[in-house]
C-alpha cells in the first residue's frame, strides 16, 4: 500500500496508517475466531460492570478489601475497551487499517492499564497484609483517604510511566515497506520493529517501564505473601490459619492470572524473535483479554458477599 520507492527521497518517513494482520495465518476463518473474541469481551465488560454495580449499591461491601477490588474491575474494563474497538474492527469487518497517532494514543492506554493493573495487584497484596496481620488497625490504616490517594498514585506512576513512550516513537523514521502489525491493536514492541531507525533508547526505556511497575510490584507482592505466611504460621489454631489464608485465594489467582502471561510474553518479545508470529499474537492476546475475562468470575466464584451482591442486582433486573 505504501510502496517504498516512492519514498526513496525522502529522509524522514513516518506511516500515515498502519496496517494490523490480527491472528497471522489465520485470516480465512476470522468469521469463526471472532465468535470466541466477542463472547470473552462481553463477559470480561459485563463481568466487571456488575462488581462495580455490586460494590456500589451495597453499603456492606464498602470496605477496603471491595475498594481495591473496583479498581481492579475498572481496570480490567480500561483494558478491555483498549483493545475491543480495532480486534473486533480487524474480525468482523477486516478494517485493519489503524492511523499513525491514533496507534499511539491506542498504545499509551494500554500499557497504562497494564501498569494499573500491576499496581492494585500490589495494593490489594498490603490490603491483605494489613488485614491478616493487624486486624484490629484494618480500617484505621486503609481509610477511604488512605485509599483515594493510593488509587491516584496508581494514576500517576501509570502515567508518568508511559507518557514518554510515544514521544519515543514519534522521532523514529519508519520503513515505507514495514507496516503491518503482527497483532490487532497497537503493542509498543511491535510498533517500535517498524522503524528503520536505531530503536535501543526505546528498547532500554520499554524494559525499565518493566523492570520499574510489574517487575518491582510482582516482588512486592511475593514479599507480602512472605510476611502474611509468617504472620499465619505464629496463629495458634489451624481452623484460624485456614481462614485467614482462604482471605488471599482470589487475589493469589488473579495475580497468578495477570503475571504468569506478562511475564511469559516479555520473554517471547526479548528471547523468542525466531518463534512463529502467531506465538506472539495468542501471548499478547491472553495476556490482554484473558484477566479481564477471569478475574470477575474468580471474585464471583471464591467471594460469597460478592457473589451474593451480584445475584441480588441480577435478580432486581431480571424482577424490574
Known amino acids: 500500500m505504501f510502496p517504498s520507492q516512492l519514498y526513496a527521497n525522502i529522509s524522514f518517513f513516518q506511516p500515515p496508517a498502519f496496517l494490523m494482520i490480527g491472528i497471522p495465518g489465520m485470516e480465512a476463518v476470522r468469521g469463526w475466531i471472532s465468535i470466541p473474541f466477542s463472547s470473552m469481551y462481553t463477559v470480561a465488560l459485563s463481568g466487571n460492570c456488575l462488581i462495580l454495580l455490586a460494590v456500589r ?27 475491543l474497538p480495532t480486534t473486533l474492527a480487524v474480525l468482523w469487518f477486516d478494517r485493519r ?58 494514576v500517576a506512576r501509570a502515567t508518568l510511566s508511559l507518557f514518554p513512550v510515544p514521544f519515543l516513537l514519534k522521532r523514529l523514521n519508519f520503513c515505507p515497506d514495514k507496516i503491518l502489525l503482527s497483532h490487532s491493536f497497537c503493542f509498543h514492541p511491535d510498533v517500535m520493529r517498524r522503524a528503520c531507525d536505531d530503536i535501543t533508547i526505546n528498547i532500554r526505556y520499554g524494559l525499565y517501564v518493566v523492570v520499574s511497575t510489574g517487575g518491582i510490584d510482582c ?77 470477575p468470575i474468580i471474585y464471583s466464584v471464591k467471594s460469597k458477599p460478592i457473589r451474593e451482591a451480584m445475584l441480588r442486582l441480577l435478580r432486581g433486573k431480571c424482577q424490574g
Not at 453499603?59 to 478491555?80: C, E, I, K, N, R
Not at 501498569?115 to 492494585?120: A, F, I, Q, W, Y
Not at 495477570?258 to 501471548?283: C, D, E, Y
Open 57 to 83: 449499591r451495597t453499603p456492606s461491601l464498602h470496605q477496603p478489601m471491595y475498594y481495591f477490588l473496583s479498581m481492579l474491575a475498572l481496570t480490567d474494563v480500561g483494558l478491555t475497551l483498549s483493545t
Open 219 to 295: 516482588l512486592l507482592i511475593i514479599l507480602s505473601y512472605a510476611l502474611i505466611l509468617h504472620t499465619v504460621l505464629l496463629l495458634a489454631s489451624p481452623q484460624e490459619r485456614l481462614r485467614a489464608l482462604n482471605t488471599c485465594v482470589s487475589h493469589i489467582l488473579a495475580v497468578f492470572v495477570f503475571f504468569i502471561p506478562g511475564i511469559t510474553m516479555s520473554m517471547i518479545h526479548r528471547f523468542g524473535r525466531h518463534l512463529p508470529h502467531i506465538v506472539h499474537a495468542l501471548v499478547a492476546y491472553v495476556y490482554l483479554v484473558v484477566p479481564p475475562v477471569l478475574n
Open 97 to 154: 487499517l489503524i492511523g499513525f497517532n491514533a496507534c499511539l494514543v491506542q498504545m499509551f492506554f494500554l500499557h497504562s492499564f497494564s501498569v494499573v493493573e500491576s499496581s492494585v495487584l500490589l495494593a490489594m497484596s498490603f490490603d491483605r497484609f494489613v488485614a491478616i496481620s493487624n486486624p484490629l488497625r484494618y480500617a484505621a490504616v486503609l481509610t477511604n483517604s488512605i485509599i483515594i490517594r493510593i488509587g491516584l498514585a496508581i
